[in-house]
């Protein structure tokens, strides 16, 4: 395999050109703000730079083209691409064609991960790849799959097998006397050690996660020189936090987006703050404007502006915290809490067949936001005689029990897919509530295309409400920061 790290035309401009804008492109596909200043400031960055230290080549692009630290594990999957450590199959010992020797593989990733060698875990990575994960009508012909290199390798179950080897090196170094010099201590003494061991636990945790993720670059850049990069890039590579769809997040994704709320909670106050500062001027008073002219011959030097009294809106929540939307509807929560100094009140109520009023669990969950929706479900009565979602029994209860929680100023966020499993959607009660408030939106997690399909009724409320599509983190950002009154 070519150990150059422009793949073989580095050394040609419009190749380096190629890749560049290629790179950006593809982030660009991914939401990041990247604009002409930032591309041109990058070619620089590689002309000073230079291409023979790889790593150097990534700090200096990400220092140019990023704006967020959130964005950079996107920006390094895509740079792996762009600018691959090399092409073809790797140099150095190659598989048999027979059954993969996985026993061996896992023996020598051991002893790998307890030294630390970069450069031989990035072969035993290659290796991994070229020996379990090619499938197809022959090994290695049709593609290569990081997901079942991993499932075969299982990288994260020799975690005791490489701290047993870390601990022998260690004591081989020492001399072989006294072990781990772990006998015999104080209860001080011992709880160092436990700390320590805490420690060197999560070092070798890391390795095996970095080994992982060599082994998914490995993948991608075997499929990139198949399918095209361009392709692969956009297709294949995992987002940032924010354009995560809400009903494919997993845990992590969704750890992940518990942790963008404050940022993106500070980005729409100030945004809010803005729209409020703008609407606060008002709109011209005509009146007050010409007889403030006849000073100046009639001309309207200085426009007088009606001020409008500053007022904050009311805001309301009422989310399906059922099934695949709960994730949605928790993110959604954290987000309105940490946003609510721009409310002049706000409560939130959960449902799934019943309503309850969640404000004050909401409000604790700056501690634990993890642990929002697993509060909500055990402490808030939210389900009757069966645990499916019920949209027009929960309505119904919210308009007959709550009715004092939507008032002329109040806001009402309706947060779900519109799945009534069959039941009566009750537009009644959707019609009472849109009454009583200033305005009602919808916002739903599903794309347009499944509206109104299965058990679907998203386009019969539709009718009553303003409904959005609601996907993932950044459209929700939009969409409060377009949709709020101020």
Known sequence: MSADPGAGDLTDAGGVADRLTGLVQALRAHGLGIGPGETVDAGQALEVLGFTDRERMREGLAATLLHQEGHRALFDRVFDLYFPRGVGIPDGPQPDAG?????????????ALAAGDQALLGQLAAEAVGALGGFGSTPGADGWSSYQTLNRLRPETLLVRVRAAVRAERAGR??????????GGSRGSEGTAEFTDRLEDDEIRRRIEAFRERVRTEARRRVAERQGTDRVARRAVGGTAESVDFLLAGRAQLDELRRTVRPLARKLATRLAARRRKAARGSIDLRRTLRGSLSTGGVPM??????????RPELVLLCDVSGSVAGFANFTMLLVQALHDQFSKVRVFAFVNRVDEVTRLVARASADPAGLGERVLAEATLTSWHGQSDYGTALGEFAERY??????????????????????PNLPALKTIADRARRVYWLNPEQPALWQTGDSVALTYAGLVEMHPCRNARQLGELIAR???V
Not at 403 to 424: E, H, I, Y
């Open 302 to 311: 200085r426009p007088v502006l009606r001020r409008r009294r500053p007022g």
């Open 174 to 183: 020492s001399g072989g006397g006294g072990g781990s010099g772990r006998g």
């Open 403 to 424: 009715a004092d929680a939507v008032g002329p100023r109040s806001v009402v966020f309706v947060l779900g897919d519109a799945r009534t499993n069959m039941s009566d």
């Open 483 to 485: 949709l709020l009154p």
């Open 99 to 111: 059954t993969p020797d996985t026993a061996e593989l896992r023996d020598r990733l051991v002893a």
